[in-house]
């Protein structure tokens, strides 16, 4: 009797093994370089684009600035939309920015005063009397900038226009910011 019940265990063994469909055969996957020196680099973006169509605007965002981008790649500041970003190389850079004073909030404020800092030090501060598109730019003093450092670009404006239906506020409207050779 034990060999039958042996016999019966083996056979069903062998018998379910059998039913058992092979395996399903895939291609090798594709041979990549191996990057063993490979490191990480810094984000060394230092002209933040607020309609940047990849996103990255945002990392570099670090206040007053809506991240909701408008048609035509701008968005609306508060009273000091300020961005960091990490330095390359730091030879003859320039603070630059272009951005509007919008004819709307203009008729309520009147002229306004925009004050440009790298790394809270003044760059300059510079009256603009009527509305429209503007651009900036003004070379930064070498001895603020170390290469490899991050650093923070802000722009203050003196009179922010406030929404009479809901209290928002609003500075100017701003394209790109950051430093350019």
Request: aromatic fraction near 10%.
């Amino acid at each position: 009797m034990k060999f039958t019940v042996r016999a019966a265990c083996l056979a069903l063994t062998a018998g379910l093994s059998g039913c058992q469909s092979a395996p399903v055969a895939f291609a090798p996957p594709e041979q990549r370089p191996h990057f063993e020196e490979w490191q990480e680099q810094p984000d060394l973006t230092t002209l933040v684009d607020v309609g940047d169509a990849s996103g990255r605007a945002r990392f570099h965002i670090v206040q007053d600035i809506d991240q909701t981008v408008n048609p035509g790649g701008w968005s609306w500041t508060g009273r000091r939309p300020t961005v960091k970003i990490r330095l390359g190389d730091n030879t003859n850079l320039k603070f630059t920015m272009d951005f509007a004073v919008s004819a709307q909030t203009f008729k309520d404020t009147g002229p306004v005063t925009l004050s440009f800092f790298v790394n809270d030090h003044l760059l300059d501060r510079v009256r603009y009397a009527n509305p429209g598109q503007k651009h900036f730019e003004k070379p930064v003093p070498r001895q603020w900038l170390t290469s490899g450092m991050e650093l923070t670009l802000a722009t203050g404006i003196d009179k922010v226009w406030v929404s009479k239906d809901d209290g928002t506020r609003f500075g100017f409207i701003l394209v790109r910011m950051g430093l350019v050779p």
